[in-house]
């Protein structure tokens, strides 16, 4: 029995520790912890706060929602993607792969790095929502809206995951670039949806980012279509997809 325990003890310590390492390694990266920490609490005070006008507390409170998913979506992009296809280009993970620790331990701890992240960014905008934007969430919306933002960086690290797997260190970072920052503004999380050309609200379900923020809108009170359980299906499949690729990708390796 003391066997057992002792097992299980170790097998967290091997979690615990790859979490905590994965975390203050990119906490440690500039170019990833300022731009993620930073740019989404940020816009959301230029855009959300200062440039809205006076007597629209909606728009701050919509904005809240969406830019709490493009605050998400950096830890997932780039966390896994970037990380990833580095460690792959320096052989690190072939030497991961050699050391005697659980064999999920790298992706969970990378996926806890993108939740902690998410959490700290969602916490942020909730702060200056309510204390600046003059927001007015109940308790539950505030707890729920949080738990949706950091939930929902699972589909967009899977992504980053299979990213990682196929482009090279050098070129992941502009690759993400090129979905991640098009995706923001194609999904309506910048500029509300409905300013958008009407073909670009007709395309919008084709990104993960807007299904994601039908979900954080639906759960402040903005304007959603109420589809939550579809959404849901939704990112969950793309999150199993692109996982399975990256699974197949990283076999071959």
Not at 56 to 68: R, S, V
Request: aromatic letters at 8%; proline letters at 7%; glycine letters at 10%.
């Amino acid at each position: 029995m003391n066997a057992i325990v002792q097992s299980r003890h170790s097998l967290l310590r091997c979690y615990w520790l790859e979490a905590r390492c994965e975390f203050l390694r990119l906490l440690r990266a500039p170019s990833f912890a300022v731009p993620t920490l930073v740019f989404p609490p940020m816009f959301y005070l230029l855009f959300g706060v200062l440039l809205a006008r006076p007597g629209h507390g909606g728009m701050a409170t919509q904005l809240l929602a969406t830019y709490g998913v493009f605050g998400v979506m950096a830890p997932g992009l780039f966390g896994f993607g970037v990380a990833l296809a580095l460690d792959r280009e320096r052989g690190f993970l072939a030497l991961k792969r050699a050391l005697p620790m659980p064999p999920g331990a790298m992706l969970v701890a990378k996926l806890a790095m993108a939740m902690l992240f998410a959490t700290i960014i969602a916490t942020m905008l909730l702060v200056l929502a309510v204390s600046v934007g003059h927001v007015a969430l109940s308790a539950g919306q505030m707890a729920t809206l949080l738990l949706v933002d950091v939930l929902g960086v699972v589909p967009f690290c899977a992504m980053g995951l299979a990213i990682g797997t196929v482009v090279s260190g050098q070129g992941a970072p502009g690759v993400i670039n090129l979905l991640y920052l098009p995706m923001a503004f194609l999904a309506g999380l910048w500029v509300p949806l409905q300013a958008l050309p009407h073909v670009l609200q007709i395309a919008a379900p084709l990104w993960p980012a807007w299904h994601l923020a039908q979900v954080a809108l639906a759960v402040v009170g903005g304007p959603s279509d109420g589809r939550i359980g579809l959404h849901v299906l939704v990112l969950a499949i793309e999150a199993a997809v692109f996982f399975a690729l990256a699974r197949r990708r990283l076999a071959r390796a």
